[in-house]
């Protein structure tokens, strides 16, 4: 009995020496995984720290390219809002000078409503995400109430002064003839024309009005005697045809704008 208690006590001390060992081992295997596992997540953090820079600095670097456009865009379309305001004062200048040219009150009425309009200045609205927005129906351009004032001002000045002067006595052997010009596309033209008439020797004076139907009438003063078709005739060369109607309108013709 004491030999098999010896022989017991002495298996039972292997078997614990093998489960120390064997825990042991254990013990060494999951530190070696543990280990691994905080080099894993040392390395995934690396990784996920540098992609983060990679896309922070491409955003920044899209922002910088899309600040850049927005810049451009801007001051372009600044610009064109500029050329188009002085386009438009040349304009105005252009138009204000042939009305002073106008003495006529029928006729300055009839040219005043041609004034140029004004351009279109509403800022042109930006879709989001850089979507391209379709284009809007054209606004309607008013007069300004300004140039309706600077307009009626004029047209209340040509009538004053018609009313304080006394209307032009002709002598007894001046006579008029009507003048209806066909060809003169603009009022640079007319006026030209007009003035190129009252410049021509025997002629007393050529006043502008405007007919029943719209046209421009160069009503012409001169002795009774004078051959006005023979004077535009020699004024404008081989670019006026003339045609005298029974009423005594002269109708002329012209192949090219003056």
């Known amino acids: 009995m004491t030999d098999l208690r010896s022989r017991a006590d002495q298996q039972i001390i292997r078997l614990e020496a093998d489960a120390d060992q064997r825990r ?26 540098a992609e ?10 899209q922002l ?23 386009a438009y004062e040349r304009e105005l200048d252009a138009f204000y000078a042939q009305l002073e040219e106008i003495e006529d009150p029928t006729a300055f009425a009839a040219a005043a ?23 809007g129906p054209a606004a309607t351009a008013d007069v300004h109430p300004a140039e309706e004032e600077v307009l009626a001002a ?11 002067e006394p209307a032009a006595t002709p002598s007894s052997e001046s006579t008029s003839t009507d003048i209806v010009v066909k060809g003169l596309g603009s009022f640079g033209a007319i006026t030209g024309f007009r003035q190129a008439l009252a410049n021509v020797d025997g002629i007393e004076g050529v006043a502008l009005s405007l007919g029943q139907s719209g046209e421009f009438v160069f009503r012409t003063m001169h002795g009774a005697g004078f051959d006005p078709a023979a004077a535009i005739v020699k004024l404008e060369a081989d670019a006026a045809t003339t045609d005298r109607q029974p009423n005594g309108t002269l109708v002329v013709t012209l192949d090219r704008a003056r």
Do not use: Y
């Open 24 to 49: 042991e081992e254990l013990r060494t295997r999951a530190e070696v995984d543990v280990a691994g596992v905080t080099e894993w997540a040392s390395a995934e953090a690396e990784r996920i720290r």
């Open 52 to 61: 983060a820079e990679q896309r922070a600095a491409a955003r920044r670097a």
């Open 64 to 86: 910088e390219q899309q600040l850049a456009a927005e810049t451009t865009r801007s001051e372009g379309e600044s610009l064109a809002m500029r050329d188009r305001v002085s």
């Open 113 to 135: 409503k041609r004034i140029p309009r004004p351009p279109q200045l509403e800022a042109r609205q930006v879709a989001p995400n850089g979507a391209i927005p379709e284009p």
């Open 154 to 164: 004029r047209l209340a000045e040509l009538d004053e002064g018609l009313a304080a």
